[in-house]
């Protein structure tokens, strides 16, 4: 039947135990973790940084109009 509508034959004529393929899908998982881990970590510091920065630019500012304002008054 496989073989008549063209889709490969691996799982239709080779079955796979439930045990098998509990562990195909816990290595899988735990390779998706290892995998995407450090681009995790590192998406996670650009954000930090990013939020950082922006504390650092609106402390500027505000440090920029207190001396405005203190031009102005004198």
Same mark, same amino acid.
């Given at each position: 039947?496989?073989? *008549? ?9 080779? *079955?796979?135990?439930?045990? +098998? ?23 996670? +510091?650009?954000?930090?940084? *990013? ?24």
């Amino acid at each position: 039947m496989a073989f *008549r509508f063209r889709i490969p034959n691996i799982g239709f004529r080779k *079955r796979m135990s439930w045990s +098998d393929f509990t562990v195909a899908c816990i290595v899988g998982v735990l390779a998706g973790i290892y995998t995407f881990k450090p681009g995790l970590q590192q998406a996670k +510091d650009e954000i930090e940084r *990013r939020e950082a920065l922006k504390e650092i630019q609106a402390r500027r500012k505000a440090e920029m109009e207190q001396e405005k304002n203190l031009r102005a008054t004198k």
